[in-house]
């Protein structure tokens, strides 16, 4: 039998392409400012404290689990083109407005965070673009194109601390435009950047994208947006949907995306703390590690589409865990060297009642030769304010960067297979509104994340923080266990495919 026309296969994948693009340029949005967004906080205001940090990081999750379900709903029933390029708009319009954050002259802070929310609404269309590559690919082309989707993603994770990187090289001064009131510097610059690619992504997709979908054996069907939706694809009604793996695969989502979003929001006020490192070190540093962990994530995407093939989804989706777990694990203080203190809260005398002088003397006494006499100087090290910083071990360099890499291995492995699994668990009906369900599972995940780490950390340290991480990745490695049977694809549960 023909599946489908040369012109039809074409004309599918250039569209599956530009999805791609899509994916990629919302991922950039985020990571283009990941690593300089605690610096230029703490630049435009001084009032800003680390657990303000958590906020702004998460209200880009906020916008994007609020239009995710939306967006989804939307391309359920409209052209998959509407809410594409709403979305891509949103998101173009809220980088021009966080350039310009800096030029109230009070409440910087919260037009920070209006913008970065409003970025999150615009990365909503990544349920419109993830349930699109659903319904355009048959069951076997599936696991691959949800990896591609997913090393598309993880181009723009690499590329955006590496976008940031080289735009610290203008510095934090840079050139001002005064005639619109534009600084452009190493802050500014990326996210501008970031919205002249957005503006070539809806260009995109009116030239190249059009509608498309087959079955899960690959025939050719009438787009689920348009009327008169031919019945050659009868299995849509028949059979039910696995609600308990859908629950499932949404929480272990969920945990995935909550441990990965610790992992990112920690990395620069961790490395500062436990390194010295200067807020342009910090995010210099940071960008090179977090872009060569990037690259070892779409070597893995690679990896991952040739191995699903022989062992199956579900077992590297439990593998993957078990990385991240031992990623998280490392990462725990061990030895018995503690951090550098940062000297100027002490200078200051703005140390909390609960730290006593005797307890900081000793700190106080092996650095005061090395006092920087100059006030204007940027404080390094770890701050007193947080107690902990006089009792738990630093986290030597070599622990942090193993960390990374396993993260950097486990978190692309459990994200792609996740995608698959839910979308093989969906079957051939409409999945805009459940993917958008699980994008904003992992929207939550990114929400809770960096308030549950930028809490815990300034308060309790780094071995907490990590440890309840390390108890969270146990209890969903337990939760794979239980529902491990129930994890199989639509078709293959009602017996019209074999596994």
Same mark, same amino acid.
């Given at each position: #039998?023909?599946?489908?026309?040369?012109?039809?296969?074409?004309? =599918?994948?250039?569209?599956?392409?530009?999805?791609?693009?899509?994916?990629?340029?919302?991922?950039?949005?985020?990571?283009?400012?990941?690593?300089?967004?605690?610096?230029?906080?703490?630049?435009?205001?001084?009032?800003?404290?680390?657990?303000?940090?958590?906020?702004?990081?998460?209200?880009?999750?906020?916008?994007?689990?609020?239009?995710?379900?939306?967006?989804?709903?939307?391309?359920?029933?409209?052209?998959?083109?509407?809410?594409?390029?709403?979305?891509?708009?949103?998101?173009?319009?809220?980088?021009?407005?966080?350039?310009?954050?800096?030029?109230?002259?009070?409440?910087?802070?919260?037009?920070?965070?209006?913008?970065?929310?409003?970025?999150?609404?615009?990365?909503?269309?990544?349920?419109?673009?993830?349930?699109?590559?659903?319904?355009?690919?048959?069951?076997?082309? =599936?696991?691959?194109?949800?990896?591609?989707?997913?090393?598309? @993603?993880?181009?723009?994770?690499?590329?955006?601390?590496?976008? @940031?990187?080289?735009?610290?090289?203008?510095?934090?001064?840079?050139?001002?435009?005064?005639?619109?009131?534009? +600084?452009?510097?190493?802050?500014?610059?990326?996210?501008?950047?970031?919205?002249?690619?957005?503006?070539?992504?809806?260009?995109?997709?009116?030239?190249?994208?059009?509608?498309?979908?087959?079955?899960?054996?690959?025939?050719?069907?009438?787009? %689920?947006?348009?009327?008169?939706?031919?019945?050659?694809?009868?299995? #849509?009604?028949?059979? $039910?949907?696995?609600?308990?793996?859908?629950?499932?695969?949404?929480?272990?989502?969920?945990?995935?995306?909550?441990?990965?979003?610790?992992?990112?929001?920690?990395?620069?006020?961790?490395?500062?703390?436990?390194?010295?490192?200067?807020?342009?070190?910090?995010?210099?540093?940071?960008?090179?590690?977090?872009?060569?962990?990037?690259?070892?994530?779409?070597?893995?995407?690679?990896?991952?589409?040739?191995?699903?093939? =022989?062992?199956?989804?579900?077992?590297?989706?439990?593998?993957?865990?078990?990385?991240?777990?031992?990623?998280?694990?490392?990462?725990?203080?061990?030895?018995?060297?503690?951090?550098?203190?940062?000297?100027?809260?002490?200078?200051?005398?703005?140390?909390?009642?609960?730290?006593?002088?005797?307890?900081?003397?000793?700190?106080?006494?092996? @650095?005061?030769?090395?006092?920087?006499?100059?006030?204007?100087?940027?404080?390094?090290?770890?701050?007193?304010?947080?107690?902990?910083?006089?009792?738990?071990?630093?986290?030597?360099?070599?622990?942090?960067?193993?960390?990374?890499?396993?993260?950097?291995?486990?978190?692309?492995?459990? $994200?792609?297979?996740?995608?698959?699994?839910?979308?093989? %668990?969906?079957?051939? @009906?409409?999945?805009?509104?459940?993917?958008?369900?699980?994008?904003?599972?992992?929207?939550?995940?990114?929400?809770?994340?960096?308030?549950?780490?930028? +809490?815990?950390?300034?308060?309790?340290?780094?071995?907490?923080?990590?440890?309840?991480?390390?108890?969270?990745?146990?209890?969903?490695?337990?939760?794979?266990?239980?529902?491990?049977?129930?994890?199989?694809?639509?078709?293959?549960?009602?017996?019209?495919?074999?596994?």
């Amino acid at each position: #039998d023909v599946v489908e026309t040369q012109e039809h296969y074409k004309s =599918r994948w250039r569209s599956i392409w530009i999805m791609y693009l899509t994916m990629f340029l919302s991922s950039v949005g985020f990571s283009i400012v990941i690593m300089s967004v605690w610096p230029y906080l703490q630049k435009i205001d001084p009032t800003a404290d680390a657990s303000f940090l958590g906020w702004i990081i998460a209200s880009y999750s906020i916008g994007q689990m609020v239009a995710s379900p939306l967006f989804g709903l939307w391309s359920n029933y409209r052209p998959r083109r509407e809410p594409l390029v709403v979305s891509t708009a949103i998101s173009v319009a809220a980088n021009c407005l966080y350039a310009y954050v800096h030029v109230p002259h009070s409440h910087n802070k919260y037009y920070m965070l209006t913008a970065r929310a409003l970025v999150g609404f615009g990365a909503g269309n990544v349920a419109v673009v993830r349930s699109y590559i659903a319904g355009a690919t048959s069951l076997t082309e =599936r696991t691959s194109a949800m990896a591609n989707t997913s090393a598309c @993603q993880a181009v723009g994770f690499i590329l955006g601390p590496v976008f @940031q990187t080289c735009f610290t090289l203008i510095g934090e001064e840079g050139v001002t435009w005064k005639l619109v009131h534009l +600084q452009l510097n190493m802050y500014t610059a990326p996210v501008l950047f970031g919205a002249l690619l957005g503006v070539i992504n809806i260009i995109l997709i009116f030239a190249i994208f059009r509608e498309h979908r087959v079955d899960d054996m690959g025939r050719q069907c009438t787009s %689920i947006n348009s009327e008169g939706e031919e019945s050659g694809v009868d299995q #849509d009604t028949e059979g $039910n949907i696995d609600h308990v793996a859908v629950v499932a695969i949404n929480f272990l989502f969920f945990v995935i995306l909550f441990v990965f979003a610790v992992f990112e929001t920690i990395a620069t006020p961790l490395t500062m703390d436990m390194y010295s490192w200067t807020r342009k070190e910090a995010v210099f540093y940071n960008g090179i590690i977090l872009s060569v962990v990037g690259i070892e994530s779409v070597i893995v995407f690679m990896v991952v589409k040739v191995l699903s093939k =022989r062992t199956g989804e579900r077992a590297i989706l439990h593998g993957g865990l078990l990385i991240v777990l031992v990623g998280f694990f490392i990462l725990l203080p061990w030895g018995k060297k503690l951090p550098n203190i940062q000297w100027q809260e002490i200078k200051n005398n703005s140390i909390p009642r609960t730290i006593s002088t005797e307890m900081i003397m000793p700190f106080w006494s092996s @650095q005061a030769m090395h006092l920087p006499s100059n006030h204007t100087v940027e404080p390094v090290g770890c701050p007193v304010t947080q107690s902990w910083c006089l009792n738990t071990p630093m986290i030597y360099l070599a622990q942090y960067i193993s960390s990374d890499v396993l993260i950097g291995l486990g978190y692309p492995v459990c $994200n792609v297979m996740s995608y698959t699994l839910y979308s093989k %668990i969906l079957g051939p @009906q409409p999945q805009g509104i459940y993917m958008g369900w699980l994008t904003a599972s992992g929207s939550g995940a990114r929400i809770l994340g960096p308030v549950f780490v930028s +809490q815990v950390y300034t308060h309790l340290g780094p071995r907490w923080a990590f440890s309840l991480i390390c108890g969270v990745v146990v209890l969903s490695l337990l939760l794979l266990e239980i529902v491990y049977k129930r994890l199989i694809a639509f078709s293959v549960r009602y017996r019209r495919m074999q596994e």
